[in-house]
């Protein structure tokens, strides 16, 4: 038997990788609903067939202009300013998370983010091999105050001061809060006067079931502090594996430095130039909103209905529920309950970055439709009674 | 003006963004010759249109299974045992390699690499800031005799051991050498005893002009000290973006893990599953040899006429020519002499992991037809003529 000699960072090992027992309803995903991913076998054809050369060989690196500019359109909605040089195309969101951790982030470098936060992002700047200054939130999102006190203290003992922020300012993963609009200028202040970064990871923007808008950070940024993470993988179909950085035009630059991979696939870029072009993109979000708030009112009730004792806020848009069981519940034993019960769920565990309080669940409304939804839900109570009735902590 | 804090890796500025000035030439990259992407207009209907829901939905982390055993079967024929678990999906064999640096390789770790080797490659592992232990090839290909003794004085020092080998040992670019069986029998002893994986880049494999081929490296490998890395970038079409890793199932498993964007784009994995089941990529590589052995045979040609004072020697196989210039030559100025002439070629520098003896150039012969490889391989001559009459080395 071979000993490979591994690096650290290959110990860690994400949460991406499922498989699901026959029968088994899963909330642990934030996937597409099924039925509404969108047919594009007429851009598909386009892309190869009129456009063979750009889609068969190797693609620029920065991504196709064409794709760039649709980019810069897409986000002066939201009040975001970009030229094509701000744009860097990549494999999605999470790749182009990687390729800035790759620009900025050296061994044992702190990274800002919220507890809890996304988990992949977690995985992510684990395989970074980074330490975390972890921030908590309230009901107007991220705590700045708490941030600036803690930059006040590394400063004052002359630690090593942080280079980046991951964050996710819309409908946060998994917490579901949108942080306020004054929350998002003192975040800016903060990144200019300490010179970190913010990555702001912007998924679920666009999937607003209530509420007003609040600009994005991105759109605050004057001094080149933010790069904003996009992606067409909630807006349209994650398959596309289609994302993108905006910042400064020498980060982006760099960050496609760091892309292994030359230019990302051409063609995928070529069908999302033509979903936007005709704004089928926007019919295709308006739907989307309409089927995913409705999935999350049905996820509200059949919680109220078959585990009352969980607490959980409504979200104004994006994709989770946020579970909060009571204090002293061990959420991960709940979950490996619920796996006998068919329904897959993700413990809180996986979205700290630190500590976990331990009685915490994510629940994703999106990738089943009602019916799953409130049998997954039911499961899910059967499994908490089990936990109870077996004498567990709380 | 923001300064921003870049880690060190991020200085590492690679070789793949050109611009090529209208009416340029360029050798300088083994890109696809146009003429010869194949039309898979009716595949991409199929992967989008019957395969809606894997084509648009997240794919899984290792890849289509179906992709995985056709790879399987497709290696099969050079003699490569390899089960569905023992095959990872990239974005082709560049984003293979990355995943394996980073399962394997430390900061200042050193990775064996012949003198001069695949420029991209030195960049992937230049941005995993590691040092070289380079060795040198002759006409058997890879020395195993200077690695074992390079080995065996780093193991008398104490020295920390290379974790992994990178080579191409078919038509090795850039050199063009093909690794003798009895010296790839001596890499695999090598790396048996010394607990280093190789990491066989055998993208020209299939691209033999003549002369019977010879086993992959990882044919010979009965222990998983062997990783092959893959691609239909050369066969098939780089903008698929579909390459692979077959090594032991743990290993590929941990560069998985290393995926930051989750699994490849699976429409152009189905893609290539059609193409490969229905066997077009015999019929097209067929045709694609043919093709780059009279690219070869022209661009040889217009050397000796040319360029009388070049040395090259015919590959067998593969995209590129390496070309010797007088002892004391500055072929960098001579690239860019090149440029002013309308050509773009790549000065040997970029290909040398270490110090670069300076008077080499690479070549390639795929991306162009025959008429502009004459003309090309005319103001090579013309730039190379103008170098010599300014009175420089040489």
Same mark, same amino acid.
């Given at each position: 038997?071979?000993?490979?000699?591994?690096?650290?960072?290959?110990?860690?090992?994400?949460?991406?990788?499922?498989?699901?027992?026959?029968?088994?309803?899963?909330?642990?995903?934030?996937?597409?609903?099924?039925?509404?991913?969108?047919?594009?076998?007429?851009?598909?054809?386009?892309?190869?067939?009129?456009?063979?050369?750009?889609?068969?060989?190797?693609?620029?690196?920065?991504?196709?202009?064409?794709?760039?500019?649709?980019?810069?359109?897409?986000?002066?909605?939201?009040?975001?300013?970009?030229?094509?040089?701000?744009?860097?195309?990549?494999?999605?969101?999470?790749?182009?998370? &990687?390729?800035?951790?790759?620009?900025?982030?050296?061994?044992?470098?702190?990274?800002?983010?919220?507890?809890?936060?996304?988990?992949?992002?977690?995985?992510?700047?684990?395989?970074?091999?980074?330490? @975390?200054?972890?921030?908590?939130?309230?009901?107007?999102?991220?705590?700045?105050?708490?941030?600036?006190?803690?930059?006040?203290?590394?400063?004052?003992?002359?630690?090593?001061?942080?280079?980046?922020?991951? &964050?996710?300012?819309?409908?946060?993963?998994?917490?579901?809060?949108?942080?306020?609009?004054?929350?998002?200028?003192?975040?800016?202040?903060?990144?200019?006067?300490?010179?970190?970064?913010?990555?702001?990871?912007?998924?679920?923007?666009?999937?607003?079931?209530?509420?007003?808008?609040?600009?994005?950070?991105?759109?605050?940024?004057?001094?080149?502090?933010?790069?904003?993470?996009?992606?067409?993988?909630?807006?349209?179909?994650?398959?596309?594996?289609?994302?993108?950085?905006?910042?400064?035009?020498?980060?982006?630059?760099?960050?496609?430095?760091?892309?292994?991979?030359?230019?990302?696939?051409?063609?995928?870029?070529?069908?999302?130039?033509?979903?936007?072009?005709?704004?089928?993109?926007?019919?295709?979000?308006?739907?989307?909103?309409?089927?995913?708030?409705?999935?999350?009112?049905?996820?509200?009730?059949?919680?109220?209905?078959?585990?009352?004792?969980?607490?959980?806020?409504?979200?104004?848009?994006?994709?989770?529920?946020?579970?909060?069981?009571?204090?002293?519940?061990?959420?991960?034993?709940?979950?490996?309950?619920?796996?006998?019960?068919?329904?897959?769920?993700?413990?809180?565990?996986?979205?700290?970055?630190?500590?976990?309080?331990?009685?915490?669940?994510?629940?994703?409304?999106? @990738?089943?439709?009602?019916?799953?939804?409130?049998?997954?839900?039911?499961?899910?109570?059967?499994?908490?009674?089990?936990?109870?009735?077996?004498?567990?902590?709380?």
């Amino acid at each position: 038997m071979t000993e490979f000699r591994f690096a650290r960072r290959s110990a860690i090992l994400g949460s991406s990788v499922f498989d699901h027992a026959p029968g088994t309803i899963s909330l642990n995903s934030g996937a597409a609903y099924p039925p509404l991913l969108p047919d594009v076998v007429r851009e598909a054809a386009a892309a190869v067939g009129q456009h063979r050369e750009e889609a068969m060989q190797y693609g620029p690196l920065m991504g196709l202009n064409e794709m760039r500019d649709e980019i810069c359109h897409f986000v002066a909605a939201d009040g975001v300013v970009a030229k094509r040089h701000n744009v860097l195309v990549t494999y999605g969101a999470k790749n182009a998370f &990687d390729l800035a951790c790759r620009v900025f982030v050296e061994p044992n470098d702190r990274i800002i983010v919220t507890r809890p936060t996304y988990m992949t992002a977690i995985h992510i700047m684990r395989t970074h091999n980074v330490r @975390f200054l972890d921030i908590g939130q309230d009901e107007d999102g991220f705590c700045t105050r708490e941030l600036e006190a803690k930059l006040r203290r590394l400063e004052a003992n002359a630690e090593p001061m942080p280079k980046l922020l991951f &964050d996710v300012p819309d409908f946060h993963n998994p917490v579901g809060v949108t942080t306020s609009l004054a929350r998002r200028q003192e975040m800016v202040a903060l990144a200019q006067r300490y010179n970190f970064l913010i990555c702001e990871d912007d998924p679920y923007r666009r999937i607003r079931f209530e509420g007003d808008a609040i600009p994005p950070i991105k759109a605050l940024d004057t001094t080149g502090h933010v790069i904003s993470l996009g992606t067409v993988s909630k807006t349209l179909a994650p398959g596309l594996r289609v994302g993108w950085a905006i910042g400064d035009a020498g980060v982006v630059r760099r960050m496609a430095m760091q892309k292994a991979d030359g230019g990302s696939n051409t063609f995928a870029q070529r069908i999302v130039v033509q979903l936007m072009r005709s704004n089928r993109i926007s019919h295709h979000i308006s739907e989307l909103t309409d089927q995913m708030r409705h999935h999350r009112d049905v996820m509200m009730e059949a919680l109220a209905v078959h585990m009352p004792e969980a607490k959980a806020k409504a979200p104004l848009g994006g994709y989770f529920l946020w579970v909060e069981l009571p204090e002293g519940t061990d959420a991960e034993r709940v979950v490996e309950l619920g796996v006998f019960e068919g329904v897959d769920a993700s413990a809180g565990r996986l979205s700290f970055p630190t500590d976990d309080p331990g009685n915490f669940l994510r629940l994703a409304y999106s @990738f089943v439709g009602e019916d799953k939804i409130r049998r997954a839900i039911a499961r899910l109570g059967v499994a908490y009674r089990r936990y109870k009735q077996a004498d567990n902590p709380a």
